[in-house]
Structure formats: C-alpha cells, structure tokens
C-alpha cells in the first residue's frame, strides 16, 4: 500500500472464515500533511484483494488492488485533496478537477456535467452550477464498520447535501466486499429530506489506467445505439471500442450509450486487456443508471492516461438540457432513490471470457447501431 505510506492505519476490525483459511482486515487512519490532512482513510481487505475508502471525500473509492496490481488511474493529482482545498468555483467553474484521482467518484447530487447558469430555476442557491456538483466534496458522517457473519464486509457512511433554501438530499452509502471475491459493491440510497420535491442527478466517475488501459485494450457493453458527444468523438466513432497507447496531443472523447440489460435490468461494461488476460467489470442496473458514458482520455502517462466508464441516471450534459429531455430524476419529499454497482477484478481469460460471453449474450443479435454525428435528443447540438 505505498500510496497510504505516511498514514498510521489502525486495525479496527479482522477476523477469519472458513476454519482461518480466510482472513480480512479494516484499517482506518488519517492523512497529516499537505493538501491530504485531515482526510480519513478505511482500507479494507481480504487474501490478494483490498480497496480504500474516502470517507471525507463523499464516500469515494480512491483506488483498489489485486496483489502488487494496482486499480485505478495516476491522476496529475497525485494525492487526495481535502475538500477544503477544492474551490468549485474556480477555474471558471471547474475547480472540482483539483481534487479529481479516484477510481470511483460520484457526480451529484443536486446537479452534474458541465458548469454554466441554469435558468430553467428561480432560486439562485440552485442556477449556478459547477462541475460535476457537490457531493465528492463533502465529509461524511456516521461512519459504520460492516463485519456480517455471511462474509461480507465493508464501510458505511451518510453524506448530506443540504443548505437553507435549496435541495436537502442524503447519501447513505455501503461499500462491501465478499471473502473469496475479488469485487466489492456500492449500495448507494438518495432520500429526499426536505418537504417539497427536488431534483436529483447521479453519474459514477469510473475511471482506469495501466495497466488494465493499454494500447489495443478493448471496452464492450451491450448496447442498442452508440452516439459520439460530439463532432471531435464522431472522427473515432467507428474504433470506440478500442484504446490507444499514451498519445501525446490526445485530446478526450467521450460517447453515450443506449444500454441493454436482462429482464431483471442488470447490464454490465467491461475493459480487457490487449491479449484478454485480464480485465475488469461494471455491474449495474440499467432501471437505476439508464445512460451510460464512455470518456476516452489516453494522453500521455504524466497527464493522466485515462479511461471513465460511467453509468448515470442521466449524460454528462449541461442540467437544463438534460430536463429537457426527461433525464432529470425528480424526488418527491421523503422518497429515496436507490442505486447499486459492483466493480469486479478478473485476472484470467477464463473471467474475461465469462463477462465478454454474458454482454454478448445480452446483446443478442442485434449489433448496435453506431451513430456518425452527435443527435438528438442525447447531445446538445447548439
């Protein structure tokens, strides 16, 4: 765990299964120093696998590893940043990429995607809108240890998105993993606290490097359409399943997708590698993230070479263009929205090959229909 070198991690719970032939630990500590003081840390591990939480950085999921393998991304922000050190104002509204290197960062809750003034809203608290919105930038609270006797275990924590005046949102989140697996599950519920209806948007920042992203690495997810964001991503359209090496001068692409998923609504995405050794895996519910994003960022490594798999409730446009066209979830007083994602380490072709069999599966017959040029109702053409 180089990247905790410097933070003391005291054991706040372990134990064994299967008469010791498992064992698991939860460590918790703090960052001193730099832009990182004061951000609580809860590493959680089983056998080969662990991954570490954020609760001070709304629950995120900073990085996880199988063995000396490491799953995430190297973000030019090498450390995390306290939330105190994130102005979202900044940079002309995109000072959340201060503070942006996890493997799994909510965008939320109250709004997301580009920052801009929303006038379709009265109330000044909710028209000025930053990247990516708040809630990765909020401490939690109510931090649980989760040891059940069925073998799971995990973190648990309550993020609330409030202010007078504006949206009342809470975010209870459970991040679990089972012995013997080599995933862990995020059981997020969104309660509306306030008395009137609000508005609510979720999108799961999901982002890998090296060495699962690789030159000639491959992404697949059953989908019925494919549309490019926007007239640079449709020059590529054709090849977005596939990865470049580190390219100097790479400038991102990003491309949505109409998913498919099984009678139940479960859908899953997946990234391998070059020769189909390994890969990883995103589970998710299609009825709860209906859209589904894919950022291609393979700039150089120092710039952070990068790929996001991004399943939503809505894209990653501006708001008002979103509630145009339906994609804006609106909670009603005391309703809760409920979301649930599992991200999975697969390290042979025999795993990889299951996750590709079951998208195929899922994708039937029918092959997806790649759009040419950014369309409506998916992309703000103006």
């Known amino acids: ?4 070198a410097g933070v003391e991690l005291k054991v706040v719970s372990s134990g064994s299964f299967k008469d010791g032939d498992e064992t698991w630990t939860i460590r918790r500590g703090r960052f001193e120093e730099g832009l990182s003081a004061g951000i609580d840390v809860i590493n959680v591990s089983h056998g080969d696998f662990t991954f570490t939480v954020l609760p001070t950085r709304g629950m995120g999921i900073w990085y996880a590893s199988l063995g000396d393998q490491r799953i995430g991304w190297n973000s030019p922000v090498r450390m995390p940043v306290h939330p105190a050190f994130v102005n979202l104002q900044s940079r002309n509204g995109l000072g959340w990429l201060d503070g942006f290197n996890e493997l799994i960062c909510r965008c939320g809750l109250s709004f997301n995607g580009p920052p801009g003034q929303d006038e379709a809203v ?3 608290i909710e028209s000025n809108i930053t990247l990516h919105g708040k809630v990765a930038n909020i401490a939690a609270h109510s931090i649980e240890i989760i040891d059940r006797e069925n073998g799971e275990i995990g973190v648990s924590g309550i993020v609330d998105e409030s202010t007078l005046f504006g949206p009342q949102l809470r ?9 013997g697996e080599n995933a862990f599950t995020v059981r997020d519920e969104i309660t509306n606290l306030g008395s009137t209806s609000t508005e609510l948007q979720l999108l ?10 690789e030159e000639g690495g491959k992404f697949s997810v059953p989908a019925s359409r494919v549309i490019p964001r926007d007239a640079h991503a449709a020059k590529d359209v054709e090849d977005y399943q596939a990865y470049l090496a580190p390219t100097a001068g790479y400038s991102e692409q990003a491309y949505f997708f109409e998913t498919l998923a099984d009678a139940e ?3 899953v995405a997946l990234l391998e590698s070059r020769d189909g050794s390994r890969g990883l895996s995103l589970s998710f519910r299609k009825d709860q993230l209906p859209c589904f994003t894919q950022w291609k960022c393979t700039q150089p490594l120092k710039d952070g070479y990068v790929t996001g798999l991004e399943p939503g409730t809505n894209y990653p446009n501006f708001k008002t263009f979103e509630r145009r066209h339906g994609r804006v979830v609106v909670l009603e007083a005391g309703a809760t929205y409920k979301t649930k994602l599992t991200l999975a380490v697969h390290s042979s072709p025999d795993e990889v090959n299951a996750v590709r069999d079951r998208i195929k599966q899922l994708q039937g017959d029918c092959s997806p229909e790649v759009l040419s040029q950014p369309s409506a109702p998916y992309c703000a053409l103006d």
């Open 122 to 124: 009265g109330s000044p």
């Open 1 to 4: 765990m180089q990247e905790l």
């Open 204 to 213: 799961y920042h999901t982002n890998f490097g090296d060495p699962f992203l």
């Open 265 to 267: 609504g479960r859908s």
């Open 171 to 179: 975010l209870k989140s459970s991040i679990t993993t089972r012995l």
